[in-house]
C-alpha cells in the first residue's frame, strides 16, 4: 500500500500546471475529506506558502476525478520519478522549464512530433534512440540546430527520410 507521503507528493506533481484556485484556506476551512486526504499535513499546513497549498488541493481534486486505472498510472509515474537520481530530476525540471518558455507554436509543434513518435511500433521507437544515443554529442547539437533552422516543409521532408531509413 501507498503511504500517505507517497500520496501527498504524487498529489503535488499532479497539480503542477493547473489553474490557480481562489486564495487556499486555512487547515480548519478544509473539507472533512480535504483534512484525511492531508492528514500528515495538519500541523504545517497553515505554514505552508499559500501556492504550495493551492497546489495540494488541486492534486487532491485532480485524483479524485481520476478512474482506478488513471490513478494506477499516476502511482506508477511517481514511483518512476522517486526512483531518480537528484541529477536527472533536475535536468527534468529545467528542460520543462525551458518548454514551458516556448511560444506556442512550437509547444504544439514538439506535442505533435511526440505523438507521431509515441505512434511509431516499440521497436522503430527503439532503433531511433539506438541511432541517436550512439551519435557523438557534437553531432547531436548540430542536427538539432540544422533542425531548428529548417522550414516546415523542410521538416516533413526530413522526417519522412528517416521514417524510411528505418528497417
Do not use: H, Y
Request: charged letters at 40%; a positive charge; proline letters at 7%.
Amino acid at each position: 500500500m501507498i503511504n500517505r507521503r507517497t500520496i501527498l507528493s504524487l498529489l503535488f506533481c499532479l497539480s503542477c500546471g493547473a489553474a490557480p484556485l481562489a486564495a487556499a484556506p486555512s487547515w480548519d476551512a478544509l473539507s472533512g475529506e480535504q483534512q484525511k486526504a492531508l492528514g500528515s499535513l495538519q500541523s504545517e499546513w497553515d505554514a505552508l506558502p499559500e501556492k504550495r497549498r493551492e497546489n495540494l488541493l488541486r492534486g487532491i481534486e485532480r485524483w479524485q476525478k481520476m478512474t482506478p486505472e488513471q490513478r494506477k498510472r499516476a502511482k506508477k509515474r511517481l514511483k518512476r520519478w522517486q526512483n531518480l537520481s537528484p541529477e536527472k530530476r533536475k535536468k527534468i525540471r529545467q528542460k520543462l522549464k525551458r518548454f514551458r518558455a516556448l511560444p506556442a507554436e512550437k509547444k504544439k509543434a514538439l506535442r505533435k512530433s511526440f505523438r507521431q513518435f509515441q505512434a511509431l511500433p516499440a521497436d522503430k521507437r527503439k532503433k531511433l534512440r539506438e541511432r541517436w544515443n550512439k551519435l557523438p554529442p557534437e553531432r547531436k547539437k548540430r542536427l538539432q540546430e540544422r533542425v531548428q533552422r529548417m522550414s516546415p516543409e523542410q521538416r516533413k521532408a526530413f522526417k519522412r527520410r528517416i521514417k524510411r531509413s528505418l528497417p
